[in-house]
């Protein structure tokens, strides 16, 4: 995977940005825990324990959140602190 750096903002492949929530869509773990700051683990953890949102299945091994589901979830964390 062949990163490169925009203005300060990671490039992924496919021109997923990190630490951006695009305004609608879906966006994959990499991009989420670019916002979220905990581990992939724990993240998994939040999930089981009805923490954080639910991942969509796109297909048989692709998954993602709904951008709404990320920006309600970084409010309500950013309104805990």
């Known amino acids: 995977m062949n990163n490169s750096n925009?203005?300060?903002k990671t490039r992924l492949k496919h021109n997923r940005e990190l630490g951006v929530i695009p305004e609608h869509g879906f966006m994959r773990i990499d991009?989420?825990?670019?916002?979220?700051p905990e581990s992939?683990?724990?993240f998994y953890?939040?999930?089981?324990?009805?923490?954080r949102?639910?991942?969509?299945?796109?297909s048989a091994r692709s998954s993602a959140w709904r951008c709404e589901?990320?920006?309600?979830?970084?409010?309500?964390?950013g309104a805990e602190s």
């Open 6 to 8: 925009t203005l300060g």
């Open 45 to 51: 953890a939040g999930i089981k324990e009805g923490r």
């Open 40 to 42: 992939k683990t724990t």
């Open 69 to 77: 589901d990320i920006r309600k979830l970084v409010a309500e964390l």
């Open 53 to 58: 949102p639910a991942s969509v299945k796109l």
């Open 31 to 36: 991009q989420v825990l670019s916002v979220i």
